[in-house]
């Protein structure tokens, strides 16, 4: 395999790495900015030059971002290259495009370490999915989110002292909006309900609540009900009606999420025979995400395409109940639905998730947090 590698960051930094140890794959261009030296690759700032050698029939899309990544990863397809990217914003936006155009040139698109980094999320609901029906899915996958949560609970820092340490140590943005804000673990989710249901879910119609408003009164209030919180994606297939969210959610001390700490991930599948099954490892990081990279391009040389058929349009129905914690605004429905009081917070009776999300978006600032489901 003669791989053309887009980007040269820290997961393209890895997968350079990593295939220089095997036999099988080569990364013959480098596609960067910057100006790079390398013994054994062109490195190059024309991307039209590596769609034209004709010796490259894999492309490896590792910049991230949506833009020129499309561009470059749908250019590549219809040049009649292989892809595999890491890019869960990519691949869960243009999922329309890109699934059926890979099937319709005859070429593979796999996207492992979009979901997980190094746990091999997705390729794990490839196999499920083989034998069984896929439930549920989702979880703990966002490892920004967790340090700052563990941090908070554990070390009794506050939210802006737990993210500036989030940064320092890498595992966080100097903008963190993207994390902190639900949206990366949003992409996540829409991608594996996507694979895991056989479906294209309606981006439009999975809610997001994140971790941003979250405060040290929220953090005592939970320990003293005998809470931790975490930032947790949900999808679920029940009689063909799908539901899928993120939103912050509350574990009993001693329960699997509860006890997950730092930076990693636990995400969890319930099958009709397997039942529950979750993966706990690093969602992040150079080495265990360009570990999945470099895994795709071994499925890509065995003729693996992706994990699953595309399936039409699915609207999300998010009418599932849930009592939910909320902090910070509060109106004539919300006190019609309150049930009890923590502190200055108060916890409703069960209501709709979609009717609960729909209020916050009105209510900026508040936050909230769903109990267990009862």
Partial sequence: MKIGLLGFGVVG?????????????????????EE????????????????ADKSIDTIIEAMGGLHPAYEFVRAAIEA????????????????DELIPLAKEKGVQFRCTAAVGG??????????????????????IMN??????????????????????QAQALGYAEANPATDVDGIDTWHKLILSSNIAFGVSVDSATVP???IRHIAAED????????????????????????????????????????????????ITLVGSASGRMSFYGQGAGRYPTAYNVVQDCADVLLGKGFYSPYGGKVC????????????????????????EAWGNALVTKPVAVDALHRWLKDHPGTFIAALPNE
């Fill in 13 to 33: 930094r890895g997968v350079y790495d990593l295939t220089a140890e095997r036999s099988d794959m080569q990364v013959a261009k480098v596609v960067c900015l």
């Fill in 36 to 51: 790079i030296s390398l013994p054994d690759a062109e490195v190059t700032k024309d991307y039209p030059s590596v769609l």
């Fill in 80 to 95: 009649g290259k292989n892809v595999v990217t890491s890019n869960k914003a990519l691949v869960a936006t243009f999922y």
């Fill in 118 to 139: 190094g746990i091999g999320w997705l390729s794990e609901l490839e196999r499920a999915r083989r034998m069984q029906t896929v439930e549920q899915v989702g979880g």
């Fill in 143 to 164: 490892g920004t989110c967790n340090y700052i949560l563990d941090s908070m609970t554990r070390l009794g820092l506050g939210y802006d002292e737990a993210l500036s």
């Fill in 208 to 210: 997001v609540a994140g």
């Fill in 219 to 266: 953090v005592c209030n939970f320990k003293e009900h005998g809470y931790v919180c975490k930032l947790v994606s949900t999808g679920i297939m029940e009689n063909g009606k799908l539901s899928a969210f993120v939103q912050p959610t509350l574990f009993p001390q001693g329960e699997p999420e509860a006890a997950v700490n730092t930076n990693y991930n636990l």
């Fill in 316 to 339: 999300a129905d998010n009418s599932l109940t849930r009592r939910f914690y909320v902090r910070g605004d509060r109106d004539a429905w919300l006190e019609e639905n309150k049930q």
